[in-house]
């Protein structure tokens, strides 16, 4: 009889409005604003920042994918260039042997023809890095 008489007061204080008119419930659970516990709140906080990461990271990986793509495509295809490049040079130094061979014995025709190239990568070793500076961090 006592418990049923705390049990139907417990209930009337929770039915009365709390200070400004507003009742003493939790508007989302419907529990007495009483019981609420910092942890609940704590993890609901928790939660609604991690559902705000993930969706900056799902907008950060649809902004970065077209991004990774085009430069996946540049990169195969200044891999193909550059293939082609070589097989095309690795020609050329063979027709600029064949051709001097024909004054020279052959290690002469390799020696002019390695000469050459090296001239060509020393130019190439002093010029290049005027039109490509540094990068500055």
Known sequence: MIIGWMASARQDQ???PGKNGHSQTDEVTGAPASNLEWSELVSRAVGDLSRI??????????GLAGVVQAEMARLITAMVLGSLAICAGICLLAALVLFLHQWLMWW?????TGGIVL??????????????????F
């Open 53 to 62: 990461i993930k969706a900056e990271v799902r907008l950060l990986e649809l």
């Open 108 to 112: 002469g025709s390799f020696g002019v």
């Open 14 to 16: 929770m039915d009365l």
């Open 119 to 136: 001239l060509l990568v020393a130019t190439l070793w002093v010029v290049l890095p005027r039109f490509n500076p540094p990068a500055e």
